[in-house]
């Protein structure tokens, strides 16, 4: 009667975040979103929703937000722009790509992609098919957020992402009769109530707990979840490898491990067991500031658990080390015979459901130019796993111009100058000042949008276009959901339709789709049988599951019992980390700047930083303008112990300054006894978009930009990671 109507969809998430795929009601009255409910029906989410979800009218009608494509009309930096037709954006960006094709090749083009939205699924074919640059650039330093992981899986397990099992397969869920409750689930830098991480909704950890799961957290603070935990290992950040051969040190000398999985599925057993040798629990308590006595009790229970889950978070890729820290824990979960068993970790097959498709889309370019792309050849353990540059050549090759110049940049929702990815973000922006003409396509006007775009394209919310939650983007597809669309604002077009519609421009042969849903019917008819508009009336497809895969060749492309390895089984000692020159077994080593390892720079610079902790009101750089998400967060913060804050003279609510060798960042003391008397963290993301827009200032994103204390390239012997979980600094107090 009101004239107002309601569709149910499944979110990508809030604005931001992972595919968690998130049921919910949206209403819509005059065109405006009106309402959010959280859909009761939907069998993950089950009516629940988050702050973002639930503010998501903020921001869908937000005054500052962009909803119609722009050119800037000023110099780079100003504030100056002129709306435009699609059209003319398109004209404009084909006439360039093709002019730098013609003149310095399909290479000089880039294609920076961050994990806002859904450009994590479409900014490789955006680059790939759409303008047929080999260059498409993740620029966080060592891939870190991650890819890591999934690399490390494939090489160590071939297989797709490991997740907690937490029954999502199922329609039934909880009650599904194969399932069963772990007993414990360890949570190694991991907070997922506050991430809900790629596909992995985090409250389904209270739920496990509420039929008697018990959890182990593995973190440098202490969380929400460490205070209801069985087990809290408060560890040195950047002490993790050697935390968890620890733990294997004991389980495997107190023969705790199964010897059956051992025998029939692990390859290199015995070389692992000496290698664990070095790793008494005395020698790990003096590297990691755990007490033995807890370190073995928890390898003991976590042994002893049937079923045992584990949940690895971005500690692992965050880490020069992580690549072996990444290798330690599989072999933990692998040697306590929890692969692929109900309510231990799933594992997806090794082709991924549809994602897949955005992997292929780099065969339509020639060899010849897959070549060159950027830092293939030197990091090939990066390269063989995942389709882009490396990132930490990419910005040597912005400074040098070598092995050749990079002349045009596209931004898919990536606003990597503000702290959210890039180490050294100052340096990336005086190096993407070579760019001679750059697209961004976001929602608002970011610090990385005012200093580099030429052309602004708008996306919309996942409430504004139809789309596919994938979870895991198919590595371990959990679900696959519907996003409906509710309503339409200004002249927004999703990533997948910018794909289309500049592919027609430029590659109609291998564009044929007319829409999105067309597009994807094609994607889901041959996998699961079914069209898009067929998942529309379903709302959310959920897979179903086969426990123990190794037994019956369903994780092998020939079908022979086993892992999709080189040796066919789990790789305790990497064949692949061997051809590629680094050690085959895991071992810990100190990060590049600590304590230990420089304990001269750690006298002038004593604490430990640590950054990147969620919180519930953001997504990295996102949602700092949605008022009531900024009342609740207003400012940085910082975590630091009561007892170092007093020797510095520091009070709650003090703002101060963090600094090390290479930069330094405002915050706000937050004092907490929940964290380490030597170790501080602070938050990361922030920006200031009630700032001042213009260079210099680009919203203050200079201010309490804590990735300015990340050096550049001290990544791991395999090209991962680098040092976001732990670096020195020291913190005084802010003059002003």
């Known amino acids: 009667p009101d004239g107002s109507y309601t569709v149910r969809t499944c979110g990508w998430s809030p604005p931001g975040d992972h595919p968690v795929g998130c049921g919910m009601k949206l209403t819509i009255k005059d065109g405006r979103l009106i309402k959010v409910e959280g859909d009761p029906e939907h069998p993950i989410t089950q009516g629940r929703l988050c702050i973002r979800c639930l503010t998501l009218p903020e921001y869908v009608h937000h005054p500052q937000r962009i909803i119609y494509p722009m050119k800037r009309v000023g110099k780079r930096g100003e504030d100056k722009w002129q709306r435009i037709s699609w059209d003319e954006a398109m004209d404009t960006i084909v006439e360039k790509i093709n002019y730098y094709k013609e003149n310095h090749g399909a290479e000089s083009i880039i294609v920076f992609g961050g994990t806002g ?11 790939f098919a759409s303008i047929g640059t080999p260059n498409v650039c993740y620029p966080q330093s060592g891939w870190s957020c991650y890819g890591p992981r999934c690399a490390i899986t494939d090489y160590i397990l071939g297989a797709g992402y490991p997740e907690i099992d937490f029954a999502g397969h199922f329609p039934d869920r909880y009650e599904h009769s194969e399932w069963k409750v772990p007993e414990y689930i360890m949570l190694w830098g991991k907070e997922p109530l506050k991430s809900n991480p790629d596909g992995f909704f985090g409250h389904s950890i209270i739920d496990m707990m509420k039929r008697g799961s018990k959890i182990i957290m593995v973190d440098p603070r202490i969380n929400w979840l460490c205070t209801r935990a069985e087990h809290v290992l408060q560890l040195r950040p950047g002490s993790d490898t050697a935390l968890a051969m620890g733990l294997l040190h004991v ?7 199964d010897k059956e999985f051992v025998e029939n599925w692990c390859y290199g057993f015995e070389e692992f067991k000496e290698r664990v040798q070095e790793y008494p629990p005395e020698k790990v308590a003096e590297i990691t500031w755990v007490p033995k006595e807890k370190i073995i009790e928890v390898a003991r229970v976590f042994a002893k658990a049937k079923p045992a889950s584990l949940g690895w978070g971005l500690a692992v890729d965050q880490n020069p080390n992580g690549v072996q820290l990444g290798h330690a824990l599989l072999a933990l979960v692998a040697l306590t015979g929890n692969i692929d068993v109900p309510g231990g970790i799933t594992i997806g097959p090794p082709a991924a459901l549809m994602g897949k498709w955005r992997m292929e889309t780099r065969t339509n370019l020639p060899e010849e130019l897959w070549e060159k792309r950027i830092g293939a050849k030197q ?12 990132p930490d050549e990419t910005l040597d090759t912005l400074e040098t111009g070598k092995p050749y110049k990079l002349r045009m940049g596209w931004f898919n929702s990536s606003n990597f100058i503000s702290p959210t990815n890039s180490a050294q973000p100052d340096r ?4 993407l000042q070579s760019l001679e003409f750059c697209v961004v396509q ?8 005012m200093a580099f775009a030429d052309i602004f394209l708008p996306l919309p919310t996942f409430a504004e276009h139809d789309g596919v939650v994938l979870t895991h983007y198919g590595r371990n597809a959990i679900f696959a959901g519907a996003m409906n669309k509710a309503l339409e604002v200004g002249e927004c077009k999703s990533d997948i339709e910018v794909c289309i519609e500049l592919g027609k421009r430029l590659y109609p042969e291998i564009w044929p789709w007319n829409s999105a849903a067309e597009f994807f019917s094609d994607q889901l008819k041959p996998e699961l049988g079914f069209d898009f508009d067929e998942l529309r009336e379903k709302g959310l497809y959920q897979p179903g599951y086969t426990y123990k895969k190794y037994e019956n060749g369903l994780l092998r492309f020939d079908g022979e019992p086993g892992f999709n390895t080189v040796t066919g089984k789990v790789e305790l000692y990497s064949t692949l980390f061997e051809a590629w020159g680094d050690d085959p077994l895991p071992y810990h080593e100190e990060p590049p700047y600590s304590p230990y390892s420089t304990p001269d720079l750690a006298k002038e610079y004593p604490l ?11 997504f990295h750089s996102e949602h700092r303008q949605v008022p009531t998400l900024r009342a609740i967060t207003p400012d940085p913060l910082v975590e630091i112990n009561p007892d170092t804050a007093e020797e510095l003279g520091i009070k709650e609510g003090d703002w101060v300054i963090i600094e090390n060798m290479f930069g330094k960042a405002r915050f706000k003391a937050q004092v907490t006894p929940t964290i380490n008397p030597k170790v ?3 938050a990361h993301g922030w920006w200031f978009p009630e700032k001042d827009a213009e260079e210099p200032n680009l919203f203050g994103v200079w201010e309490s930009n804590i990735n300015t204390l990340m050096p550049h390239k001290h990544i791991g012997k395999l090209g991962f990671g680098d040092t976001f979980k732990s670096i020195i600094c020291r913190v005084r107090k802010a003059e002003d």
């Open 117 to 127: 939205r859904e450009a994590c699924l479409y900014y490789y074919p955006l680059g």
């Open 251 to 257: 389980i495997i000398n107190e023969e705790l491990y």
């Open 379 to 390: 990091w090939p353990a990066v390269s063989t796993a995942l389709a882009t540059t490396h």
């Open 428 to 431: 990336w922006y005086r190096a």
């Open 442 to 449: 976001d929602l608002f006007m970011t610090p990385t949008a």
């Open 608 to 618: 430990v930083l640590t950054t990147g902790a969620r919180y519930y009101t953001s």
């Open 680 to 682: 501080v963290h602070a």
